[in-house]
């Protein structure tokens, strides 16, 4: 009874949260021949993943424990930790949930949306991988665990990148993402390597004791080296190439996770080191790279987007853009930034995922994601598509959706800490996201019309909706998306406020571990109040109500005595308006869209065109330049 | 009260849709001139809508060639009830001195019912302004027949 | 002695990432790939080195403050990095395969049907 | 028995005053105002002022006909909504000293609340499944992208300046700023603001697409893009949208920059309201109407990106250093 008392204590949780998913991982690749056994194995390991990060909820968030758990009860000897860690803070659990709830429907949806590929099993194992990657990264409290994790989730994402190798592009995304993504990890192994020689440690806690006191060129070496390698991993410009890649060709259940979680890994090493390892937030010129990549990241990757014809590329590009949202904010380095930003992050998943897998349902129902070939969907999925315009106004930040709860953060900590800091440049970043928000609802507008409305395309007339499972797969997406946006209050309260205030307890996250925590830099995070008011439900209230009202006048003046075309053959009265012509198929493709818009800036996005050859050669160049920069930056200011 | 209303209304706010069925362009231009400072038939609540689905007089200039036939039906079908079909000219009324020609296949109120014919080769403005106020006031009365 | 090692390092890593940028062969992109884990080796396993130091295989009753030793941890890093390293150069390997079965060329130039 | 009495005074506001039928009769007469003004600077007789309504009573009457290829729901949900969404966002800027709905959207809510008429208009015209639509609403979506860049810097100055008279740094919240307005005088008055103002009056006529900025529904030449297939009582909600988005921008402009006029009764203060709106449509709805053609889109963006634009960056510069 003890024994299982011992075996039930939330303190094993983490590990537990982790090993599910590698012992599903093991066992489907040892047993998983049968369908129906892999099919439960999968979702038996996610389930219980998310069902062990869920019970951490109250020990963590409600009562702000931080658990700090070594494994095989080796700790700390002589003063140096010479055990693997586990250390689980409220920030390590905000990432831990947001990457368990996305695996977890990300699974369900898989069930059904791989049914018709080959090699299951290898899906399965590698999927098992890929999600036990990031759980084990998020929740690690060992540099070196922390990169064996990011080159086991690196490698399996590179695989199932190339999963459907036959797909357009598909191994030579894999090979790009694998030769970038293995420059990253070496970088981190480096930064590690360079870390350990200074301070004969590896455990988080203990290197946030003992490197901020001893800074020399080789910790800001290391620095630049963990920063830049964690930033191949969040995919943050000039990265963004690869994940377009990656994301064109993976299924659309693995792009869920590589967007969705992968990224917010990546954010999360940025988070771990700069406010934790380094502690060197409280710098100007720290908030100033974190939010110049940022706001650099959203634009760029937002005009990228614009000129995509893919569906899923196009995704892509947003999911790099969104993530640039999230680094602004958390680089503002207030108490409000980073809550905004982790709220971003939370939806960012939420809406991505959403979106991803939409394009899935679109891929597996028509067989191509291009914007040119397709069109008028709404008439043959309506519920795919009520979903995907949830995920596409959340994302563009219309109101009552979730992005425009976190958007609305993010513009009011930029602006405050403009006023604060008296600081101009912040006023800027205020005006480029507020752009990018325009321009990310333009580019959804344009899938919308070129996927969902407009005509539909003869050969496409066959196309059924999908099936319940990955329609209950995005409900579920659709409905957190909902549900985050109503009660913002709520989200901030209980996962992001507590998240962000981990991030600048320092002192209590190195003391948890059992190490003298009372030298750390604290930041500040300064108080914050709103500047504006924003009531989601009671506007959504007034909202119906009016819609009630006008329905009500509409029903009243027979408005919806329309006259259909009841004969087969169509009325020419019921044919679309030709100028007199006969009514045929034409359809404004994906790439016409825009044309004032991107005649005015033909330059830079011909700029960008040549820019992102395609070349593996300048993604590794750039990789490398990257890392020059940011090497030259953090050793003359950290 | 409100069937009342909408009938009076429509007797007030007559939208145009122009169409060419072969016109030397002397009645277009007329047409146009119909909407300028001089002559104003805005004042009417006349104006140019761009699309048959907008308007509710239909004016055809024209002697409706065989080309255009089909153009010219399918357009009018689009325009929804109640509508009026004005004929501007003498093209579309009797084929003018194109009358007989081998290619056109007029005059219109062969193939639909024409409410109000505006004859002239051009007509003058006030002739077309008067056609128009003509068409404005059936039109009315088509609304009151409906249900 | 040990700063030759450091040097020798740097200098693999930095030739790794010199082949990848610049070469347009994807076999030689994977060889850098390679180098470059090679260098990284290196430097770990010439952080944990103490000159004149023993093996770090005791039991608990050998183990004294007079114990003078290389440093395990970084040896234990260099196996992981080691493994990991093999990894990705079979994974490469077998894609750099794929690859050439599909676009009958190795040449990152001709490559690139992914781009802008 | 009080919660039935305050439920029914909210209800009031949705539907008498600001809301419905205030956006309808004050919408429909600005529209009204506005071509009858348009007709007497081209030296015509022009429209009686009344004309809006009795197309919206005729486009009532009429049949309404989707077309085969539309789908269906969309097509006749999105005027419906379009028009419930500009009525709720008239309902949050404020008359003067009256907010009905006091405390619950600031400016970049009303910013974002603008978007959702022109979502539902695009969508609208997309599910139509017209190519005219196409053209269209890539136009729409492009003077939306013009227009968003100046009306943010307007926003941004007008926060700042009221934010740093407050102390508090920035304010977003338009019952603040409309009651920094009634102590210190209608921010007009304040050089700053000037440069801002003129940007914004050069908004509301892309905002509402109005000319000439009405590429999207340039009549001749994409037979009236998204609307191309509407007919009917939904194109009568479409053109009533339309006339209470002129309001609504002019009466945001009001609030914004001419705030502190109130007289403190209600009535009076709608009147004043209405007057004003007339007034700020008359010179940048009318008035630009009448003296020029129509743009080509990529000159509507050019234009707005940097004739309107710089003058609102100035602004936001001078209330930034405090002018």
Known sequence: MNLLGNVLSYQHFPIYAIMVLFMGSFLIAAFGENRRVRNILALLSITASLIFSLLLINPVILRGEIIGYWMGARSIAGGYAIGIALEVDALSLFFALLAACAIFVSGVYSIQYMSRDDNEKEYYTLYLLLCGGVMGMVLSGDLFNMFIMVEILTFAAVALTAFRNTARGAVEAAFKYLVVGCMGSTFILVGTAMLYAQTHTLNLAQLAQLVPGNMNTATKAAFALLFVGFGTKAFIVPFHPLAADAHGAAPASVSVIISGVLTKSGIYGIIRITYFLFQSMGLGTMQFLLVFIGSVSMFVCVTMALAQHDFKRLLAFHSISQIGYVLTAVGLCTALGLSAGLYHAINHTLFKGLLFLAAGAVLHETGTTDLNKLGGLARKMPHTTVLFLIGALSISGVPPFNGFASKWLIYQATYQKAVESGNIGFLLVTVIALITSVLTLASFVKVSHSVFFGQLPPELEKVKEVSWGMRFAMGIFALLCIVTGLFPNLVTTYLTEPAAAAAFSVQRYIEAMGFDGSAAVEILAGSFRYAGVWEPVSWLLVLCIALLAVTIAALAGRYDNVSLCRTAAGDSKYQLFYGGEEQSFSQLGGDDMFWGFKHNWRGYFSFMHRLHSGIVNDYALWAVADLALVMLFSLIVL | MFKKLIEESTGRSPWLFHINAGSCNGCDIELVSVLTPRYDAERLGFKLAGSPRHADIVVVTGPVTKQSLPRVLRTISQVPEPRCIVTMGSCPQSGNVFRGSYSVAGPLSKYVPVDVDVAGCAPKPEAVIDGLALAAKILKEKRGRMK | MILLNYIAAFFLIALGMYTIVTKYNLVKTVIGLSIADYGVNLLLISIGFNPGGTAPIFTWSELDYNSFFVDPVPQALTLTSIVIGACVTAMSLALVIKLEEQYGTIDTRKIRRLRG | ?323
């Open chain 4, 1 to 323: 028995m009080t919660v039935i009495l305050e439920a029914l005074r909210y209800l009031g506001y949705v539907l008498v005053f600001p809301g419905f039928l205030f956006c309808f009769l004050a919408g429909m007469l600005l529209c009204g105002i506005d071509r009858k003004l348009v007709a007497k600077m081209q030296k015509r007789v022009g429209p009686p002022i009344l004309q809006p309504f009795y197309d919206f009573f005729k486009l009532c009457g009429k049949e309404t006909i989707v077309p085969a290829a539309a789908e269906r729901i969309s097509f006749m949900l999105a005027p419906l909504l379009g028009l419930a969404a500009l009525v709720v966002i008239q309902l949050f800027i404020p008359v003067f000293s009256f907010t009905a709905f006091y405390g619950m959207a600031d400016i970049i809510v009303i910013l974002y609340l603008l978007l959702i008429p022109a979502i539902s208009i695009i969508m609208g015209g997309a599910a139509s499944g017209s190519p005219y639509a196409g053209v269209g609403l890539s136009r729409e979506m492009v003077t939306i992208i013009s227009c968003e860049l100046p009306l943010v810097l307007v926003l941004l100055a007008v926060a700042k300046t009221v934010g740093s008279a407050m102390g508090t740094g920035l304010c977003f919240s338009l019952s603040d700023i409309a009651e920094y307005q009634e102590i210190n005088g209608s921010l007009i008055t304040r050089i700053s603001m000037l440069p801002a103002a003129a940007a914004m009056l050069l908004v509301i006529p892309g905002e509402t697409g109005s000319h000439p900025f009405d590429t999207a529904e340039a009549e001749t030449e994409i037979c009236e893009g998204l609307l191309a297939e509407y007919s009917g009582a939904a194109l009568g909600v479409f053109k009533l949208s339309h006339a209470v988005k002129m309001l609504t921008l002019s009466s945001l402009f009001a609030a914004l920059f001419l705030g502190g006029l109130g007289t403190g009764i209600l009535v009076l203060d709608a009147l004043l309201l209405f007057l004003l709106c007339a007034g700020i449509t008359a010179v940048s709805i009318s008035l630009v109407h009448a003296v020029t053609a129509r743009l080509k889109i990529e000159q509507i963006f050019k234009f707005y990106w940097t004739v309107v634009s710089l003058p609102a960056l100035l602004s936001l510069v001078l209330a930034w250093y405090g002018l």
